[in-house]
């Protein structure tokens, strides 16, 4: 291949990657680790591998839209934070015209997946998702107040439904405990990133909570509700085998002793690492959703 072949094919590397980063992979990553076991638990031990790859393919598309709509309405912001300044659309790696309309056919393709390979709730679900995620948290809540992650959260609680649905064509009360577990997750985890990054919220002009609140107002709230999602999660093994309820109850101690950990250490005004609790939380969610989906597979007795 000649040096000009080699060249252009560099470049339309870079612009897939640019798409690619447009979607956000890694948020999209987790959330799929919370939707495969919400069908799981739906028909415990009985859900065909079908009906997940096409719930996981529509769920991918509906976050991948979101995530795009998202940058596209987050790109002057993106620009002046330090965290973000490498996104696609914040050094111009990608068209805004051709990013909108990206996120537009990731949506509406979301939506007629869902609804041809599952049901039309969870295609509806899914565009309540994309909706939700543009218009309220996006546009309304994330600039203008410091609960947006609080409220905003919901957005990324919507593939438990999703799941949820379907597989049964309804939404059960495991579902809304599920979607429970991650909306009180979301602040704590997303609190203890902006905890590192306050700086760069200030800049841009968003009201997280780090941003305009003291350390230790800002790890109080994060105690609350880290343990709210505990709590939530022991709720949840009413419907599931015992071999989730052991793993709740250990991975929720161990959750709820970072938190701790960390307002002891504001309090004494001592050296934090608040990010060590934003990664681990990650892990949290996980192992926590893991050992529903294995308890759910192999179908162990439920607890009453």
Same mark, same amino acid.
């Given at each position: 291949?000649?040096?000009?072949?080699?060249?252009?094919?560099?470049?339309?590397? *870079?612009?897939?990657?640019?798409?690619?980063?447009?979607?956000?992979?890694?948020?999209?990553?987790?959330? %799929?680790?919370?939707? +495969?076991?919400? @069908?799981?638990?739906?028909?415990?031990?009985?859900?065909?591998?079908?009906?997940?790859?096409?719930?996981? +393919?529509?769920?991918?598309?509906? /976050?991948?839209?979101?995530?795009?709509?998202?940058?596209?309405? =987050? /790109? &002057? +912001? &993106?620009?002046? @934070?330090?965290?973000?300044?490498?996104?696609?659309?914040?050094?111009?790696?990608?068209?805004?015209?051709?990013?909108?309309?990206?996120?537009?056919?990731?949506?509406?393709?979301?939506?007629?997946?869902?609804?041809?390979?599952?049901?039309?709730?969870?295609? %509806?679900?899914?565009?309540?998702?994309?909706?939700?995620?543009?218009?309220v948290y996006t546009l309304l809540l994330k600039r203008r107040t410091w609960q947006n992650v609080v409220w905003g959260g919901a957005a990324g609680c919507m593939p438990v439904m999703i799941?949820?649905?379907?597989?049964?064509?309804? +939404? *059960?009360?495991?579902?809304?405990?599920?979607?429970?577990?991650?909306?009180?997750?979301?602040?704590?985890?997303? !609190?203890?990133?902006?905890?590192?990054?306050? =700086? =760069?919220?200030? /800049?841009?002009?968003?009201?997280?909570?780090?941003?305009? /609140?003291?350390?230790?107002?800002v790890v109080r709230h994060i105690v609350v509700y880290t343990w709210l999602t505990v709590l939530a999660t022991l709720v949840l093994a009413l419907a599931a085998g015992w071999l989730y309820?052991?793993?709740?109850?250990?991975?929720?101690? !161990?959750?709820?002793? @970072?938190?701790?950990?960390?307002?002891?250490?504001?309090?004494?005004?001592?050296?934090?690492?608040?990010?060590? $609790?934003? $990664?681990?939380?990650?892990?949290? $969610?996980?192992?926590?959703?893991?050992?529903?989906?294995? =308890?759910?597979?192999?179908?162990l007795p439920t607890l009453v």
């Amino acid at each position: 291949m000649s040096v000009r072949g080699h060249v252009a094919l560099n470049r339309r590397w *870079g612009t897939a990657l640019a798409y690619l980063a447009l979607t956000k992979p890694r948020v999209i990553e987790l959330l %799929l680790v919370t939707a +495969i076991p919400a @069908m799981l638990l739906a028909h415990r031990g009985t859900v065909h591998p079908l009906v997940i790859l096409n719930t996981l +393919i529509g769920g991918m598309l509906a /976050a991948a839209g979101a995530n795009t709509l998202n940058c596209v309405a =987050d /790109a &002057d +912001i &993106d620009k002046v @934070m330090t965290r973000t300044a490498r996104r696609p659309l914040a050094r111009a790696a990608v068209p805004m015209t051709n990013a909108l309309v990206f996120g537009l056919t990731l949506s509406v393709a979301s939506f007629f997946w869902l609804w041809w390979t599952t049901n039309l709730l969870s295609g %509806l679900l899914a565009v309540a998702t994309i909706a939700f995620y543009v218009f309220v948290y996006t546009l309304l809540l994330k600039r203008r107040t410091w609960q947006n992650v609080v409220w905003g959260g919901a957005a990324g609680c919507m593939p438990v439904m999703i799941g949820w649905s379907a597989v049964t064509g309804t +939404i *059960g009360w495991p579902a809304l405990v599920m979607f429970a577990i991650i909306f009180f997750w979301t602040p704590p985890h997303t !609190w203890a990133l902006a905890m590192r990054y306050k =700086d =760069d919220y200030k /800049a841009a002009g968003v009201p997280m909570l780090p941003a305009v /609140a003291t350390e230790r107002r800002v790890v109080r709230h994060i105690v609350v509700y880290t343990w709210l999602t505990v709590l939530a999660t022991l709720v949840l093994a009413l419907a599931a085998g015992w071999l989730y309820a052991a793993v709740a109850v250990l991975a929720g101690t !161990w959750f709820v002793t @970072m938190a701790h950990q960390l307002y002891a250490g504001v309090r004494r005004g001592a050296p934090i690492q608040p990010l060590r $609790l934003f $990664l681990q939380s990650n892990n949290y $969610l996980a192992v926590v959703f893991c050992a529903l989906a294995l =308890d759910s597979a192999i179908a162990l007795p439920t607890l009453v």
